[in-house]
């Protein structure tokens, strides 16, 4: 029904009602964009908290057995326990101390000999100088370093495992005598990254400066004898933002992948 109104002051009072009314849903829709914002930024430094904490952890994880590297190292370069029996006997100990969380534990020489605690004995042709482990370790003098991680089959049925290298230079009377190495599992370290909780539809994966992607939730993303998946080959990710965040040390959050 339609209602004519006669008087100036009618006019005047609805003019009025009718301003409140749009002006009151103006300022509902400010409020609620407002609300919204603060909310989506509360949310971002939760995320962003739990993400700092997260990888903190995991590289108190990393540095443990970094630490024990070191440690050992230290430990043959003062005590100068060169001999292989004795030798095993400290790897084998180092191995039993983390619980199988390092596979192995091992020292290969310029020689091209290799001591191990698990008593692997190479197909002839190894060549210890030219494994990564090594050669990363000798480039860079007296620092411990990191393999990117790789595939590495288990035992003679041909299943595989994830492992990462960490390794450094043993040196005598101030020679290089050879490199000290441990094989550390990765499955802990995936598990411990899928069980990580963001919130509903979120989860959290591991990628290095490079962009090789570590950890993942999903397989296909996983390291294989074909080495690592890069982020740059999988579609619909934000990879050059990521690999920013990353390289800066930042937290960043991908739409998809």
Same mark, same amino acid.
């Given at each position: 029904m339609f209602v004519r109104i006669k008087t100036i002051k009618a006019k005047y009072i609805m003019t009025g009602l009718l301003i409140s009314l749009v002006s009151l849903?103006?300022?509902?829709?400010?409020?609620?964009?407002?609300?919204?914002?603060i909310v989506s930024r509360q949310l971002d430094m939760r995320m962003q908290a739990i993400a700092d904490r997260n990888a903190s952890?995991?590289?108190?994880?990393?540095n443990k057995y970094k630490l024990l590297v070191d440690h050992t190292i230290a430990d043959i370069e003062i005590d100068q326990k060169f001999d292989p029996v004795v030798?095993?006997?400290i790897f084998v100990e180092k191995v039993r101390?983390?619980?199988?969380?390092?596979?192995?534990?091992?020292?290969?020489?310029k020689d091209n000999q290799i001591y191990t605690a698990s008593g692997w004995?190479?197909? *002839?042709?190894?060549?210890?100088?030219?494994?990564?482990?090594?050669?990363?370790? $000798?480039?860079?003098? =007296? +620092? #411990?370093?990191?393999?990117? *991680?790789?595939e590495e089959a288990i035992g003679l049925d041909q299943k595989s495992e994830i $492992?990462?290298?960490? =390794? +450094? #230079?043993?040196?005598?009377?101030?020679a290089q005598l050879?490199?000290?190495?441990?094989?550390?599992?990765?499955?802990?370290?995936?598990?411990?990254?899928?069980?990580?909780n963001f919130g509903q539809n979120s989860y959290a994966f591991i990628i290095d400066s490079d962009g090789d992607i570590i950890t993942h939730r999903h397989k296909d993303f996983l390291p294989s004898k074909n080495g690592l998946k890069n982020i740059a080959s999988v579609p619909g990710v934000e990879y050059s933002e990521l690999l920013r965040a990353v390289r800066e040390g930042k937290s960043f959050t991908a739409q998809s992948l």
């Open positions: 849903c103006v300022v509902s829709a400010a409020s609620y964009y407002v609300s919204y914002s952890d995991l590289n108190l994880w990393l030798l095993k006997k101390l983390s619980q199988k969380i390092i596979k192995d534990f091992y020292l290969g020489t004995v190479p197909q *002839p042709g190894y060549q210890v100088q030219t494994r990564p482990w090594f050669k990363e370790a $000798v480039a860079d003098g =007296s +620092r #411990t370093v990191f393999t990117k *991680p790789y $492992v990462v290298t960490i =390794s +450094r #230079t043993l040196y005598h009377g101030g050879g490199v000290v190495a441990a094989d550390i599992r990765m499955q802990d370290m995936t598990n411990t990254v899928r069980n990580f």
